[in-house]
T-cell receptor, first 110, second 112 residues
Framework: RKEVEQDPGPFNVPEGATVAFNCTYS??????FFWYRQDCRKEPKLLMSVYSSGNEDGRFTAQLNRASQYISLLIRDSKLSDSATYLC???????????FGKGTRLSVIA | SQTIHQWPATLVQPVGSPLSLECTVE??????LYWYRQAAGRGLQLLFYSVGIGQISSEVPQNLSASRPQDRQFILSSKKLLLSDSGFYLC???????????FGDGTRLSIL
């Protein structure tokens, strides 16, 4: 089983739609979780951290379910500029490197 | 504020030639440093990471090596490039502990 698994998509949604991505992780001892965004031919950029209680940043909501070992990202009122690949990231802890999922591609269509 | 510099942005090299990519971080001390490769349309592959000067961990056996001669400098090298070394190379840094990484702009390497 892969450490971090994501549906590769693509998710093609119209502007204004709400879209959600899930990501599952295999190691129950994982400590920290993040969502990154990567535009085509660019470096990944931190979108938001994911906290146990769930957190929101504008149109974006991230949630963590430790019991089922998944995290989610919800995007409301999608914009054309949200088109990108969204990477799920997990850290086991300490000084261990981040583990990246392969990403979910989102295309928001006018 | 912290910044990360990676160069060059693009590089075209013949098979069998050497490689040296450099990455430096400013505005922080004793960062963790990372080298990733991303093949076209694929996910990120961790190549090396370092938690201190002279300390290098290799994640996959390959044609590449890494060095950390100074606290905020991380170098990716190869003595002889292969066609399969083509890809998008990304340097990243983080503070200690379970913290997010921040990436440089990347180097797009094409091997001919």
């Amino acid at each position: 089983r892969k450490e971090v698994e994501q549906d590769p998509g693509p998710f093609n949604v119209p502007e204004g739609a709400t879209v959600a991505f899930n990501c599952t992780y295999s190691n129950s001892a994982s400590q920290s979780f993040f969502w990154y965004r990567q535009d085509c031919r660019k470096e990944p950029k931190l979108l938001m951290s994911v906290y146990s209680s769930g957190n929101e940043d504008g149109r974006f909501t991230a949630q963590l379910n430790r019991a089922s070992q998944y995290i989610s990202l919800l995007i409301r009122d999608s914009k054309l500029s949200d088109s990108a690949t969204y990477l799920c990231v997990v850290i086991l802890g300490g000084n261990t490197p981040l583990v990246f999922g392969k990403g979910t591609r989102l295309s928001v269509i006018a | 504020s912290q910044t990360i510099h990676q160069w060059p942005a693009t590089l075209v090299q013949p098979v069998g030639s050497p490689l040296s990519l450099e990455c430096t971080v400013e505005g922080t001390s004793n960062p963790n440093l990372y080298w990733y490769r991303q093949a076209a349309g694929r996910g990120l592959q961790l190549l090396f990471y370092s938690v201190g000067i002279g300390q290098i961990s290799s994640e996959v056996p390959q044609n590449l090596s890494a060095s950390r001669p100074q606290d905020r400098q991380f170098i990716l090298s190869s003595k002889k490039l292969l066609l399969s070394d083509s890809g998008f190379y990304l340097c990243a840094w983080s503070v200690r502990g379970a913290q997010p990484q921040h990436f440089g702009d990347g180097t797009r390497l094409s091997i001919l």
